[in-house]
């Protein structure tokens, strides 16, 4: 075992003989630890986002279990303490609104605990960025363990991905195409196993993302959630925690500016969502890189997609996993000279590049060569223009290529409640070429930048064969959804921004290549119908009403800046606070 380079932090809880030491020791002994416990071992914190009401986490119990033998078959004692859990299928209005609740929950319990590390359990799509931010803003050795993907869902014998099914089902019951009772036979078929959403959604892109920071050991990303190499992970998780407080291997030393161009860099490979754009820009803030939209532009545009999983291709992530996983992914950019950073140390504490330039490839058409990608540029298209001062996002591996340059008349809709209220319609002026608008469902607009961004398209425009339309707005979309849909408007209409002031007829022009999205009107114009409305009005009086919310919209920060509070930003470390009595 490595010799330890500093003292442990819990020995300020249970290393003295003197009152404190003794209440605090006595206390833990009432759950029948015994005392030699608590002489000199590292005390490992597995941070547990455990809930019935997460469905993606409800197995963590057992994932626990699993990192608790590692733990202590290294030397070390394991103490479990749960969190709040940031579930993306039940809780409203979107787990986005408490990502940064849950991330004050983590730090507060790590700074405040006697613990030497920690170790992260996440799944579920918030659970690792708030997990990560919590530990970023303590840097004490910090590892992630992943639930991992559901199996691949079934239905009408062929398999049908989580999430994404539900988008293209859903679409074709309003194009009349399939009918109520064949929609609601895929219910059961689509999640028929522990697990997150098996496509490339925002859950299995942050578990990419994770991974390919070198925050999780190589392979974490992709194991079937059911997959008895699921709990060998966890296992040899708790084992190399235990090394790393040895090591004094902190997060800040994993957690580099070049760890962060390593991971944009995959997310154009893997095809992963558009959230991760937010979430990274978030764990960088609490960790102390500045990282900017510009740098989505340079490091991942020109990136093939070369992983060829739903909702951009067709397979799920077993098939992900059996075809090599994320290691193979990153062999494949690191050989073709095109991974920014080979050298970035990951918790393993090797090299990312010594963990995956042997690895194993066995399916080419899952993991694709970069001679024949999926989607030749799958970076991240960041748009600015008059319509997105601060910018905005979308995601080419989903879109439509024809609709990447486009020019057409707004549909506008004030909010997701004036949306829904008129989509279908059969008088709404709409048609093809038409550019949907939507406004008031950023950070602030809807308390909490929900995943309402791409908006199914009117059912007179499906009925007649439109499959894909150009959508604009302040929110967020499921990393699950598709289409070519322009997300993460910066101002958003609810701060004052520009897309308070689009009106229904504005012509818009959207040109990925350019990175360019403008109103075609002119300044004088946007700052007169600014002028005449108060676009801020409606998330102030949902202020007025207190609570969480109130601290939400008044403290949350744009979605160019991640959407964290601005008293969040930053590392406060882990200082042993004063004693409790």
Not at 351 to 380: C, F, H, K
Not at 512 to 523: A, F, N, T
Not at 572 to 579: D, F, I, L, Y
């Amino acid at each position: 075992m490595t010799d330890r380079k500093r003292p442990l932090r819990s020995a300020e809880w249970f290393g003295s003989a003197d009152k404190n030491g003794f209440m605090y020791r006595s206390w833990m002994k009432n759950q029948g630890i015994p005392d030699h416990e608590f002489q000199g071992k590292p005390i490992i914190g597995i941070c547990n986002t455990w809930s019935e009401l997460t469905p993606c986490n409800a197995h963590f119990r057992k994932l626990a279990d699993h990192v608790k033998q590692g733990v202590l078959e290294a030397g070390g004692y394991p103490v479990e303490f749960p969190v709040f859990s940031n579930g993306e299928s039940n809780l409203r209005p979107t787990a986005m609104f408490t990502r940064n609740l849950a991330s004050m929950d983590v730090e507060e319990a790590i700074r405040g605990n006697p613990m030497d590390a920690v170790v992260l359990l996440v799944g579920c799509d918030k659970t690792t960025p708030a997990l990560l931010m919590g530990a970023a803003s303590c840097d004490i050795p910090t590892i992630v363990v992943t639930g991992g993907p559901m199996l691949n869902g079934k239905h009408k014998g062929r398999d049908i991905g989580s999430g994404t099914v539900v988008w293209q089902l859903s679409e074709q019951v309003k194009a009349g195409k399939i009918s109520m009772h064949d929609f609601m036979a895929a219910e059961a078929g689509m999640s028929r196993s522990a697990g997150t959403c098996n496509t490339m959604g925002t859950a299995s892109t942050m578990a990419c993302m994770a991974e390919s920071l070198g925050t999780s050991l190589p392979h974490n990303a992709a194991i079937p959630a059911v997959d008895s190499r699921r709990y060998v992970m966890a296992h040899l998780s708790g084992n190399r925690i235990v090394e790393m407080v040895n090591e004094d291997l902190k997060l800040s030393k994993v957690l580099t500016r070049q760890a962060f161009e390593n991971a944009i860099r995959t997310n154009a490979a893997i095809g992963g969502s558009t959230n991760a754009v937010i979430h990274l820009k978030a764990i960088a803030g609490r960790i102390g890189v500045d990282l900017s939209l510009d740098d989505w532009t340079r490091i991942g545009r020109g990136t093939p997609t070369i992983v060829d999983l739903q909702p951009s291709g067709r397979f799920l992530m077993e098939e992900f996993y059996y075809a090599g996983g994320l290691p193979g992914v990153l062999r494949r950019l690191g050989e073709a000279d095109r991974l920014p950073h080979k050298d970035a140390l990951t918790v393993n504490g090797k090299t990312l590049w010594e963990n995956v330039q042997e690895a194993p490839i066995y399916d080419d058409e899952v993991i694709r060569p970069l001679d024949s990608p999926l989607v030749p540029d799958g970076g991240m298209c960041v748009l600015q223009g008059n319509l997105a001062p601060r910018g905005a996002v979308l995601k080419p591996s989903a879109a439509s290529p024809e609709l990447m340059q486009h020019r057409g008349r707004a549909v506008v809709f004030e909010d997701f409640d004036d949306y829904k209220a008129r989509i279908n319609d059969p008088d709404l002026e709409v048609d093809a070429e038409s550019i949907l608008v939507m406004k008031n469902c950023g950070p602030r607009g809807y308390h909490g930048m929900a995943e309402v961004g791409n908006m199914g398209l009117p059912s007179k425009l499906l009925e007649q064969g439109v499959t894909d339309m150009v959508r604009i707005s302040d929110a967020r979309m499921s990393g699950t959804a598709y289409g070519t849909v322009v997300l993460h408007v910066a101002p958003e209409a609810a701060a004052g921004g520009p897309l308070a002031a689009v009106h229904n007829g504005d012509w818009i022009e959207l040109d990925c290549d350019s990175g360019r999205l403008h109103l075609e009107i002119s300044d004088a114009d946007l700052q007169a119908r600014l002028a005449e409305s108060d676009p801020t009005a409606a998330s102030r009086r949902i202020a007025s009403d207190g609570g969480y919310r109130q601290l939400y919209i008044e403290r949350v920060l744009q979605a160019d800046e991640g959407c964290d509070f601005d008293f969040l930003v930053g590392c406060r470390g882990a200082e042993v606070p004063r004693h409790s009595h």
